[in-house]
C-alpha cells in the first residue's frame, strides 16, 4: 500500500489557478499510475486526469482538457493537478489516487483524503 496526502486546494475566484500537490510515501512512487478525481456531495467521484508511472502518458476528462495539466516528480514522490482558468463548476473535493494500472476510472487500490476546492464566480 501506499499512503497519499494532498494539499493545495482553496477558495480562488473564476479565471484563476491552483496547483495540488498529492505526496506519496511507504512504496516506490515510481512504480506506480496515479490519477486525480474530484466529487461534490450527491454525486459519483468523477475522473479528472490521469498519468502513468513514467509520466508519458495522459489522460484527461474533456471538462478539463485545455485548462488542467497533470505531472509528476517521481524523485520527489509527487504528482501535480496544475489547474488554469477555474471555472465555478470545477468546485469539488478533488483526491489523488495511485495504482499499479493506468486507468482512467475509480477502481484505484490507493486514496488520498481529499482537498477542497472553491471557485468563485
Known amino acids: 500500500q501506499v499512503q497519499l496526502v494532498e494539499s493545495g486546494g482553496g477558495l480562488v475566484q473564476a479565471g484563476g489557478s491552483l496547483r495540488l500537490s498529492c505526496a506519496a510515501s511507504g512504496r516506490p512512487f515510481s512504480t506506480l499510475c496515479a490519477g486525480w478525481f474530484r466529487q461534490v456531495p450527491g454525486k459519483e467521484r468523477e475522473f479528472v486526469a490521469a498519468?502513468?508511472?513514467?509520466?508519458?502518458?495522459?489522460r484527461y476528462a474533456d471538462s478539463v482538457k485545455g485548462r488542467f495539466t497533470i505531472s509528476r516528480d517521481n524523485a520527489k514522490n509527487t504528482v501535480y493537478l496544475q489547474m488554469n482558468n477555474l471555472k465555478p463548476e470545477d468546485t469539488a473535493a478533488y483526491y489523488c489516487?495511485?495504482?499499479?494500472?493506468?486507468?482512467?476510472?475509480?477502481?484505484?487500490?490507493?486514496w488520498g483524503q481529499g482537498t477542497q476546492v472553491t471557485v468563485s464566480s
Open positions: 489516487a495511485a495504482d499499479a494500472s493506468f486507468k482512467t476510472t475509480p477502481e484505484y487500490a490507493s
Open positions: 498519468i502513468s508511472w513514467s509520466g508519458g502518458t495522459t
